[in-house]
């Protein structure tokens, strides 16, 4: 924005009320330097969009800052807002703020982007152990599962329909498995979930696994995989209409279909039914004009159209359909295989030629687009770009390499007979990616082809810079142990010069949301749109077919997987350390001594970098598990009612041969009272983990026990 470019980041996904807040900052300024007293500010915002919290720094040639935000333990949950303002731009965070609780076991699942079918068993591994590093063996595991709805697509099959939109699909939640670790703490999970309601394509599944503790709390995991209801899939392709994008009466049109098995391999020798349905059409005063029930309406009525086809060898066939002068309106296309009965299919709308503009085959203001490829998607800089293109000998072609906001370089080439190749060179200028347009112009009275005089075409590439990418160092101890000192290295792997923060956080936190550690450099290299526009007024002048330029680009963009249901939570400190930001001189190594708190699990070390001087970034992270020889775990009700008697379990955990002999003692403030004995003794063979009780009976007071 405005020459700036700017990423927030925090040191987890969720936060509970009452956390602090820790929210980095990186900022590159080098297309519009700011003066050096600039402001940055920060404005929290909660779920009622009411301000919250502000905070202002001064400008520091680093380009690199940390604010650190309280927040209230009565604070509301939901999705808050930080936004950054610096120079004129806004930049923002969403921040989530829940009750949640962190998970003390880590729980592996296989299932995670798989594809998991309805026609024969999946299965894969699940494994849960506890954060700390100890086996988790015997521990009751639940899997639930939940069916939405997703775009059904295949590698290879594009423009072709694979989902049904006469058939709507309403979320499902399924119990898929319920059984025990084994001694290992893992277990097999065989998966073959069956559904009450018919699915117009491929769903998502979103599996909640949860882990119980003998104690009774649990652990949660989210993962996403894809769920096949069919076993033969069938997809439609529809004729391309003209500029409105409509068929056009009195015409025949052809529809290509297509059957693939669920993992996207053709299958041939299909009986396919194809069915054309004369669809309502409501205008304005209808919101829903593609509603399922003008589709469900038109499907009870005989269709206008039907025809069976077979597809051939390599799962093709196609059928054409057309209306009579006066047929016009809204028509449903539906294929169906009848043997797995998958549906697909899509509207089209069929109107007369001289309402709808006059067809793109009958003239020639419409896009005339050259095709053309680049030997590779992606260069490193100093690789050359060979670039193809079929050409006629005699032509010129104008090579224009264009940015998110600038023309980068331009070349003019002379076509040969049958295809042209130009080499271009790949520099620094060109990350993260450029658009090559290609204007090929052919000589004026020629009739060797029947090409359009000018022809037309784009092809985006990514270009990596190495320079750009900061790989950070971290040495530290593989084991840490709760409430003493430990020692962190900084270093960069190539001895570049960088300024970095450090966070160390529970992964009992982290996995709630599947915390991936921040990298500035996606961002700040993600692909760029084109900022460049093109016109050129070959229409008007030579009075030769020209063509229009029709540009269409989808710039797309990826969402972090979002975590598990939040869970009332019981009241706990959260561990996070968070130190910096530092700089780190080229060529250097820091070191950092921190201590942590009293806690046992695992913590990930985070260390986000940047050389804003060089527009680099990067990130780097470690996982550690947090034991001592000795470790206990206990778990207890968030409230109790005076005089009740509730049950405390102690998980203790014997890591080292030689511990033997432990002795276990609960002492309470007049809030408890312990039934039976307050102490107890625990023999261990070997390194293990045991459960041990205790029976509580609550005063007769109110307060804090």
């Given at each position: 924005?405005?020459?700036?470019?700017?990423?927030?980041?925090?040191?987890?996904?969720?936060?509970?009320?009452?956390?602090?807040?820790?929210?980095?900052?990186?900022?590159?300024?080098?297309?519009?330097?700011?003066?050096?007293?600039?402001?940055?500010?920060?404005?929290?915002?909660?779920?009622?969009?009411?301000?919250?919290?502000?905070?202002?720094?001064?400008?520091?040639?680093?380009?690199?800052?940390?604010?650190?935000?309280?927040?209230?333990?009565?604070?509301?949950?939901?999705?808050?807002?930080?936004?950054?303002?610096?120079?004129?731009?806004?930049?923002?965070?969403?921040?989530?703020?829940?009750?949640?609780?962190?998970?003390?076991?880590?729980?592996?699942?296989?299932?995670?982007?798989?594809?998991i079918s309805a026609s024969a068993k999946t299965t894969e591994r699940v494994e849960v152990a506890w954060l700390h590093g100890a086996v988790a063996k015997d521990l009751k595991l639940e899997m639930q599962a939940k069916f939405l709805k997703q775009q059904t697509t295949f590698k290879g099959y594009t423009n072709y329909v694979f989902d049904d939109p006469a058939q709507d699909f309403k979320t499902e939640e399924v119990n898929i498995y319920?059984?025990?670790?084994?001694?290992?703490?893992?277990?097999?999970?065989?998966?073959?979930?069956?559904?009450?309601?018919?699915?117009?394509?491929?769903?998502?599944?979103?599996?909640?696994?949860?882990?119980?503790?003998?104690?009774?709390?649990?652990?949660?995991?989210?993962?996403?995989?894809?769920?096949?209801?069919?076993?033969?899939?069938?997809?439609?392709?529809?004729?391309?209409?003209?500029?409105?994008?409509?068929?056009?009466?009195?015409?025949?049109?052809?529809?290509?279909?297509?059957?693939?098995?669920?993992?996207?391999?053709?299958?041939?020798?299909?009986?396919?039914?194809?069915?054309?349905?004369?669809?309502?059409?409501?205008?304005?005063?209808?919101?829903?004009?593609?509603?399922?029930?003008?589709?469900?309406?038109?499907?009870?009525?005989?269709?206008?159209?039907?025809?069976?086809?077979?597809?051939?060898?390599?799962?093709?066939?196609?059928?054409?359909?057309?209306?009579?002068?006066?047929?016009?309106?809204?028509?449903?296309?539906?294929?169906?295989?009848?043997?797995?009965?998958?549906?697909?299919?899509?509207?089209?709308?069929?109107?007369?030629?001289?309402?709808?503009?006059?067809?793109?085959?009958?003239?020639?203001?419409?896009?005339?687009?050259?095709?053309?490829?680049?030997?590779?998607?992606?260069?490193?800089?100093?690789?050359?770009?060979?670039?193809?293109?079929?050409?006629?000998?005699?032509?010129?072609?104008?090579?224009?390499?264009?940015?998110?906001?600038?023309?980068?370089?331009?070349?003019?080439?002379?076509?040969?007979?049958?295809?042209?190749?130009?080499?271009?060179?790949?520099?620094?200028?060109?990350?993260?990616?450029?658009?090559?347009?290609?204007?090929?112009?052919?000589?004026?009275?020629?009739?060797?082809?029947?090409?359009?005089?000018?022809?037309?075409?784009?092809?985006?590439?990514?270009?990596?810079?190495?320079?750009?990418?900061?790989?950070?160092?971290?040495?530290?101890?593989?084991?840490?142990?709760?409430?003493?000192?430990?020692?962190?290295?900084?270093?960069?792997?190539?001895?570049?010069?960088?300024?970095?923060?450090?966070?160390?956080?529970?992964?009992?936190?982290?996995?709630?949301?599947?915390?991936?550690?921040?990298?500035?450099?996606?961002?700040?290299?993600?692909?760029?749109?084109?900022?460049?526009?093109?016109?050129?007024?070959?229409?008007?002048?030579?009075?030769?077919?020209?063509?229009?330029?029709?540009?269409?680009?989808?710039?797309?963009?990826?969402?972090?997987?979002?975590?598990?249901?939040?869970?009332?939570?019981?009241?706990?400190?959260?561990?996070?350390?968070?130190?910096?930001?530092?700089?780190?001189?080229?060529?250097?190594?820091?070191?950092?001594?921190?201590?942590?708190?009293?806690?046992?699990?695992?913590?990930?070390?985070?260390?986000?970098?940047?050389?804003?001087?060089?527009?680099?970034?990067?990130?780097?992270?470690?996982?550690?598990?947090?034991?001592?020889?000795?470790?206990?775990?206990?778990?207890?009700?968030?409230?109790?009612?005076?005089?009740?008697?509730?049950?405390?379990?102690?998980?203790?955990?014997?890591?080292?041969?030689?511990?033997?002999?432990?002795?276990?003692?609960?002492?309470?403030?007049?809030?408890?009272?312990?039934?039976?004995?307050?102490?107890?003794?625990?023999?261990?063979?070997?390194?293990?983990?045991?459960?041990?009780?205790?029976?509580?009976?609550?005063?007769?007071?109110?307060?804090?026990?």
């Open positions: 924005q405005k020459g700036l470019k700017g990423y927030i980041y925090g040191e987890r996904g969720v936060w509970r009320p009452g956390d602090t807040l820790f929210i980095g900052f990186i900022l590159n300024d080098k297309e519009a330097k700011l003066p050096t007293s600039h402001p940055i500010t920060l404005k929290l915002s909660d779920p009622n969009g009411k301000a919250v919290y502000k905070a202002v720094q001064t400008y520091a040639k680093r380009n690199h800052y940390k604010f650190v935000v309280p927040t209230n333990p009565s604070a509301p949950t939901g999705n808050w807002e930080a936004v950054v303002s610096v120079g004129g731009a806004k930049f923002y965070k969403s921040i989530k703020i829940e009750t949640i609780k962190p998970n003390r076991l880590k729980i592996k699942n296989s299932f995670s982007g798989r594809m319920s059984g025990v670790t084994d001694g290992n703490g893992v277990a097999m999970v065989e998966l073959q979930p069956q559904l009450q309601s018919r699915a117009p394509g491929m769903l998502k599944a979103a599996i909640i696994t949860k882990a119980y503790e003998k104690g009774g709390d649990f652990s949660t995991d989210v993962t996403t995989a894809t769920y096949s209801p069919y076993t033969t899939y069938v997809g439609v392709k529809m004729p391309q209409g003209n500029k409105y994008g409509m068929l056009e009466t009195g015409k025949s049109n052809k529809f290509d279909v297509a059957t693939v098995t669920e993992n996207g391999k053709p299958k041939g020798n299909r009986m396919l039914e194809a069915r054309v349905y004369k669809v309502d059409w409501r205008w304005w005063w209808d919101a829903s004009n593609d509603d399922m029930s003008s589709y469900s309406s038109a499907l009870s009525r005989t269709p206008q159209y039907s025809q069976t086809v077979r597809t051939d060898a390599s799962g093709k066939a196609s059928f054409n359909f057309g209306t009579d002068e006066e047929e016009w309106g809204m028509y449903l296309v539906r294929v169906t295989d009848v043997e797995s009965g998958h549906s697909a299919g899509g509207t089209v709308h069929i109107d007369y030629p001289y309402w709808s503009g006059r067809s793109r085959n009958t003239t020639g203001p419409e896009a005339a687009m050259l095709m053309f490829t680049a030997n590779k998607e992606k260069y490193a800089v100093g690789e050359k770009a060979l670039i193809s293109f079929p050409s006629s000998e005699g032509g010129r072609a104008l090579i224009s390499l264009e940015n998110g906001s600038k023309v980068v370089q331009t070349y003019w080439s002379k076509t040969k007979k049958g295809e042209t190749q130009v080499e271009i060179p790949i520099t620094d200028k060109m990350a993260p990616n450029v658009y090559i347009h290609i204007t090929l112009l052919q000589p004026h009275a020629s009739t060797k082809n029947d090409s359009p005089i000018r022809l037309y075409g784009i092809v985006p590439i990514e270009v990596v810079d190495k320079n750009t990418i900061l790989e950070p160092q971290i040495t530290m101890p593989a084991v840490l142990k709760p409430e003493q000192k430990t020692t962190i290295k900084v270093s960069e792997k190539s001895g570049k010069a960088m300024t970095y923060t450090i966070a160390i956080v529970d992964d009992g936190l982290l996995d709630l949301t599947r915390f991936k550690t921040p990298n500035a450099w996606n961002d700040f290299y993600a692909k760029e749109a084109l900022g460049v526009k093109t016109w050129d007024i070959y229409d008007d002048v030579i009075g030769a077919y020209g063509g229009k330029v029709n540009q269409v680009f989808s710039i797309g963009g990826d969402e972090d997987l979002g975590g598990g249901q939040a869970k009332k939570a019981n009241r706990f400190k959260p561990v996070v350390i968070y130190l910096g930001p530092y700089t780190l001189p080229k060529g250097q190594t820091k070191t950092h001594t921190v201590t942590l708190p009293k806690y046992i699990g695992s913590v990930r070390t985070m260390i986000v970098a940047a050389n804003t001087e060089g527009s680099a970034y990067g990130s780097a992270e470690k996982t550690t598990p947090v034991r001592s020889p000795l470790m206990l775990l206990a778990s207890l009700p968030r409230k109790v009612s005076p005089k009740e008697r509730v049950t405390l379990p102690v998980t203790l955990f014997a890591m080292e041969k030689n511990i033997k002999n432990v002795t276990l003692q609960v002492k309470t403030n007049n809030g408890f009272k312990v039934v039976g004995p307050s102490s107890q003794k625990v023999a261990f063979a070997q390194p293990d983990e045991k459960v041990v009780y205790f029976d509580l009976e609550v005063g007769d007071i109110n307060g804090i026990g």
